[in-house]
């Protein structure tokens, strides 16, 4: 079993940055993808972010540019690092860990984040 464990997320201004992070526990070997997903109200949860073992990476285009995605994998954390934040950024802050980023297994129990405008 894999426990994933979030820290980070909070208030912040539009254009200010945020870092989110995640650390794995207990059978994390298993897990080949890692990061984000977010759920606005009324929204269906969406992918942010995921990288791989081998550091392919995949963002949402709404993202691309502003947010960056890390892993080390002999500390079996992700982070992600938010820059120039937007309100529609608002959102709770999932993180997984599965085969792929559409192949989830686990889920961390979210974090939130609110960007004001």
């Known amino acids: 079993q894999v426990q994933l464990v979030e820290s980070g997320g909070g208030l912040v201004q539009a254009g200010g940055s945020l870092r989110l992070s995640c650390a794995a526990s ?18 269906q949860r969406e992918l942010v972010a995921g990288i791989t ?8 285009d709404s993202v691309k540019g502003r ?7 002999a500390k079996n954390t992700v982070s992600l690092q938010m820059n120039s934040l937007k309100p529609e950024d608002t959102a709770v802050y ?22 004001s405008s």
Not at 53 to 60: E, I, K, V
Not at 94 to 109: A, E, H, K, P, V
């Open 26 to 43: 207990g059978s994390a070997f298993s897990i080949n993808a890692m990061g984000w997903y977010r759920q606005a109200p009324g929204k």
């Open 53 to 60: 073992r081998g550091r392919s990476t995949n963002y949402a």
């Open 67 to 73: 947010f960056t995605i890390s892993r080390d994998n």
């Open 94 to 115: 999932y993180c997984f860990g599965g085969s792929t980023w559409n192949l989830i297994n686990y889920w961390g129990q979210g974090t939130q984040v609110t960007v």
